[in-house]
């Protein structure tokens, strides 16, 4: 029988230990061990690697990560009445789960973990999206993650793998595509979930580039595209006149004409624009 057998279903767990579901910390519990099985399964090859779970809640994923052979967890969970059903998942895999009782807001995850480091959640979204931004931050590269597979709202998912011509493209899919691959991997519907929540949801896995894609200075990336996308219907002449008064003939000499919108341009445009901008 393996460690995971061993351990009761997450219903009677949740039943035990008193787990309501508090809307305050977004909890949205996933119970069916193929599923979670399967999630950690999309964080590839974990058995040579450190995994940092982040939300672990009962442990469905938890379970899961372990069953899939992760070298170690690190669960980061800041509802305590989480604990004791974590302690016991902890108990059948003897040396392989440490359980952070802790905001993962708060917390310095390299600290306490060996790299290869994989991080994988299922957290509230709003949580996810400000964790992923910060993991994104260019001034700590290389990260200290070699991949991130974080469950997102389904429209958020969809935000950080589009490409120009959508409407999904934005600064989020900038910056998480100049620095990594970020593909979706799963959809899961709301019935996935326990309560159910009222939005689809998917998982995006992202495995980090070692270098950029294009070469361009991180702050006049970040501020080209936050002007241009700030005034997404405007063309570009009059989006980035605030960056530089003489846009008119950059763009120009870059061959990128003035008068396209910050939802046509590639990647590649935005980090041309950034470098000659300096
Ligand atoms: N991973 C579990 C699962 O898949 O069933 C629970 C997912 S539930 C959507 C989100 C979990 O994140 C909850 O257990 C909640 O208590 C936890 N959480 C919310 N905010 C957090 C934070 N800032 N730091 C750490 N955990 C947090």
């Known amino acids: 029988m393996s460690a995971i057998d061993t351990l009761p279903p997450l219903r009677a767990v949740i039943a035990e230990h008193g787990l309501s579901a508090k809307k305050s910390l977004g909890q949205n519990f996933l119970l069916d061990l193929n599923l979670t099985a399967k999630i950690a399964r999309q964080a590839g090859d974990l058995t040579r690697c450190d995994v940092l779970e982040i939300g672990p809640g009962p442990g469905g994923l938890t379970r899961g990560l372990l069953a899939e052979g992760a070298r170690r967890v690190l669960a980061v969970e800041k509802d305590a009445r989480c604990l004791p059903a974590l302690a016991q998942i902890a108990d059948a895999y003897p040396g392989r789960l440490d359980i952070l009782n802790a905001d993962a807001l708060q917390l310095n995850p390299t600290a306490h973990l060996t790299p290869p480091i994989r991080v994988v959640a299922n957290l509230p979204y709003n949580v996810g999206t400000e964790l992923l931004t910060r993991w994104l931050d260019p001034v700590h590269w290389p990260p200290f993650w070699t991949s991130l597979t ?3 709202q389904k429209e958020v998912a ?6 120009p011509g959508s409407k999904a493209y934005g600064r989020l899919a900038i910056l998480s595509q100049w620095r990594s691959d970020a593909r979706i991997v799963m959809e899961l519907p709301p019935e996935a979930f326990t309560p159910p ?23 006049t990336l970040f501020r080209v595209t936050a ?3 700030n005034q997404r219907r405007k063309m570009l002449r009059a989006s980035l006149k605030g960056l530089d008064p003489q846009i008119v003939s950059r763009l120009e000499g870059l061959g990128i004409a003035p008068t396209r919108r910050a939802e046509e341009l590639s990647l590649e445009e935005f980090c041309a624009i950034a470098r000659s901008l300096g």
């Open 158 to 163: 969809q935000r950080i793998v589009a490409g």
């Open 197 to 219: 929540p009222k939005i689809r949801s998917a998982v995006v896995h992202l495995t980090a580039l070692p270098e950029p894609r294009f070469p361009a200075p991180a702050p």
């Open 227 to 229: 002007a241009a996308f």
């Open 150 to 152: 974080l469950m997102f």
